[in-house]
């Protein structure tokens, strides 16, 4: 019956097990370096996507926190409102508008309708008639 040796019992210096015990034990330096290498680049690119990330956030602060309120302001010139000219808009409120018009209904019909996002515009058509 053969008796394994205790974990504890000391081995000879220059047997097979001893340096496989002392290899084991440790990193190599190698190792190490390719561990912070991989660590490094690791953060390096999470650094890049939060300064992409705030960089964006800011273009869209500036987006939403700039903009003015437009309004649709037609042409006070009655030949140019005959002839068809769009309303523009403006950052300026509109005028007060003028006496209202007589008693009765009227008939408005948008004939075109162009919605631009960059830069931000709207142009409309419309035929207004009295009965």
Not at 46 to 66: C, F, I, P, S, Y
Not at 78 to 84: D, H, I, S, Y
Not at 110 to 124: F, G, K, R
Request: glycine share 6%.
């Amino acid at each position: 019956m053969s008796r394994r040796p205790a974990t504890d019992a000391p081995r000879a210096p220059g047997s097979r097990r001893a340096r496989r015990a002392r290899r084991a034990r440790g990193f190599t330096l190698l190792e190490c370096e390719v561990a912070v290498l991989i660590f490094s680049l690791i953060v390096v690119g999470l650094a890049k996507l939060n300064a992409d990330h705030d960089r964006l956030l800011a273009k869209v602060e500036d987006w939403t926190a700039g903009d003015p309120i437009y309004y649709v302001v037609r042409s006070d010139d009655p030949m140019q409102r005959l002839a068809g000219v769009p309303a523009v808009l403006s950052v300026d409120p509109p005028p007060a508008p003028g006496p209202p018009p007589a008693p009765g209904n009227l008939t408005v019909t948008v004939v075109s309708l162009e919605l631009v996002l960059d830069p931000p515009s709207a142009s409309a058509l419309a035929h207004v008639e009295e009965p």
